[in-house]
């Protein structure tokens, strides 16, 4: 009787231990398992992404002046006056613009018509060449011709798009919308750009 108590015990506490054990390493083994969360300290710099228009703040002052030197013929406004953009403010004498405009007109003119005439020397030459009829180098001579005259034609409307640019200078036109709050030139007056733009009114 007493043998089977004493067994009966032993056999108990080691169904308690193994119960204890047991749990143990469950908790051992979820905590193993468990995500850990690192806190990282950064510094955010805020930036801002925008798209829109910008505008002239109220009182802003622009400055209208002229890129060509002459007299002004004529003035179309006056202190207080309201201008759109695109408007015309004053008008300068452009008859020395148009004289530019027009010798470059008849340069392109002069060099469309002797670039024919050499294109017309190639196509007569060229064949007598290939046939043996004409030297060598009357071929090389007229197509050297063709090429120079190519040369001095864009060249003569380069500067006929200059002479239309600068007669262009010769009407001042408003930048932007405002209300002239002066006006710093008059008619009749001359009018230089050589150092710095002259002002005509100020926005």
Excluded: C, W
């Amino acid at each position: 009787m007493i043998r089977s108590l004493v067994v009966l015990t032993f056999l108990l506490a080691g169904t308690v231990i193994f119960a204890a054990l047991r749990r143990t390493a469950r908790a051992d083994s979820g905590s193993a398992t468990a995500p850990v969360a690192v806190v990282v300290s950064r510094e955010l710099t805020p930036r801002i992404v925008a798209t829109g228009t910008v505008r002239l703040s109220p009182g802003a002052r622009v400055d209208v002046g002229a890129q060509a030197s002459g007299v002004v013929r004529r003035l179309l406004v006056r202190q207080g006056s309201v201008v759109r953009r695109g408007d015309v403010i004053a008008e300068l004498d452009d008859r020395e613009a148009l004289l530019k405009l027009g010798d470059a007109g008849s340069n392109v003119a002069a060099i469309k018509a002797s670039l024919a005439q050499v294109q017309s020397d190639l196509g007569r030459i060229r064949p007598l060449a290939e046939a043996g009829y004409a030297a060598p180098r009357d071929l090389v001579n007229a197509e050297t011709a063709v090429a120079q005259t190519r040369a001095r034609l864009e060249s003569a409307l380069a500067e006929q798009d200059l002479a239309r640019v600068e007669l262009g200078y010769t009407t001042i036109r408003a930048p932007v919308d405002g209300t002239v709050a002066s006006v710093s030139t008059h008619e009749g007056e001359t009018v230089a750009s050589s150092f710095a733009a002259p002002t005509f009114v100020t926005l």
